[in-house]
């Protein structure tokens, strides 16, 4: 079993940053992939980024490269979505997941909202 917490949400102005921390724990998380995902009002959860446990390992959306960085810090369990140059569109619930393989994420948290105002 493998536990996982967001934190980091927040309101914050168009242009600005952000930075979200997942806290994984539990059964081998160090493994596991590690991703995020948001879901805003009306719409479907959708990806956001992931991150494998071996280095270069990250994926992005396509609507947040060059915008978001996901890392994440194997000996404290822990992963960040640094987000910039944030946009009213990223609004949303965003959601850390943990799992096994790439696309498989069996472990999820509660969720932080990010509000980004215009």
């Known amino acids: 079993q493998v536990q996982v917490v967001e934190s980091g949400g927040g309101l914050v102005q168009a242009g600005g940053s952000l930075r979200l921390s997942c806290a994984a724990s539990g059964r081998t998380p160090r493994t596991y992939d590690m991703a995020w995902f948001r879901q805003a009002p009306g719409k479907e959860r959708e990806f956001v980024a992931a991150?494998?446990?071996?280095?270069?390992?990250?994926r992005y959306a396509e609507s947040v490269k060059g915008r978001f960085t996901i890392a994440r810090d194997n000996a404290k369990n822990m992963v960040f979505l640094q987000m910039s140059s944030l946009k009213p569109e990223d609004t949303a619930v965003y959601y850390c997941?943990?799992?096994?393989?790439?696309?498989?994420?069996?472990?999820w948290g509660q969720g932080t909202q990010v509000t980004v105002s215009s």
């Open positions: 997941a943990a799992g096994p393989s790439v696309g498989r994420y069996d472990y």
């Open positions: 991150i494998g446990p071996s280095v270069g390992s990250s």
